[in-house]
């Protein structure tokens, strides 16, 4: 191996945020200490980063040496930071993995309002994923099952009755397996 080149490490990701569209923070996690060791500081980052990239009609940004993969929906910007040396498509496996699980927790509804009205449950997707910095699940169907939420739970009774009306029964057949 090459003395230059850092060493393999399980410790991929550096920080999870969530903003919404005024850059606002509605969720962070930092994981390494060194990296931004006040609120202040992270902060400032986040703000950097929203004035790159929420107009921008990208994927990745590369600011202040680390690799930030991002997505935007309706009123939320969602990112995953890792050092610069890391594997895009690990973090974006995070980030598709972060936003899939969050969408059906919010039923579809990715908004500000309904992130924050289900934000113990976002917490709980992003420590499922995520555990001090270590990638533990990329499979958002497995991260849905350890968090103990499945989208037919609570079925509003519009959906219901709208499946049975158009004979998609798929959405019931799941629900009896779950029972």
């Given at each position: 191996?090459?003395?230059?080149?850092?060493?393999?490490?399980l410790y991929?990701?550096?920080?999870?945020?969530?903003?919404?569209?005024?850059?606002?923070?509605?969720?962070?996690k930092?994981?390494?200490?060194?990296?931004y060791p006040s609120i202040k500081e992270q902060r400032n980052f986040e703000s950097n980063i929203f004035n790159k990239t929420h107009k921008a009609d990208n994927e990745i940004a590369f600011l202040e040496g680390l690799t930030i993969v991002?997505?935007?929906?309706?009123?939320?910007?969602?990112?995953?930071a890792g050092s610069a040396q890391e594997n895009e498509l690990m973090l974006m496996s995070v980030l598709s993995c972060l936003f899939d699980s969050?969408?059906?927790?919010?039923?579809?509804?990715?908004?500000?309002?309904?992130l924050l009205e289900n934000m113990e449950g976002a917490f709980l997707v992003v420590d499922e994923?995520?555990?001090?910095?270590?990638?533990?699940?990329?499979?958002?169907q497995q991260v849905l099952q350890k968090v103990n939420?499945?989208?037919?739970?609570?079925?509003?009774?519009?959906?219901?009755?709208?499946?049975?009306?158009?004979?998609n029964l798929e959405g019931q057949a799941d629900k009896t397996q779950q029972l």
């Open positions: 191996m090459d003395a230059a080149s850092p060493e393999p490490s991929t990701v550096k920080a999870v945020f969530i903003l919404d569209n005024d850059g606002n923070r509605l969720l962070s930092y994981y390494d200490p060194e990296l991002y997505k935007s929906s309706i009123d939320l910007f969602f990112y995953v969050l969408t059906h927790i919010l039923r579809k509804n990715v908004e500000r309002k309904c994923i995520i555990d001090g910095g270590v990638i533990l699940e990329s499979d958002h939420y499945r989208l037919l739970s609570e079925p509003a009774f519009g959906f219901v009755l709208f499946d049975y009306i158009t004979g």
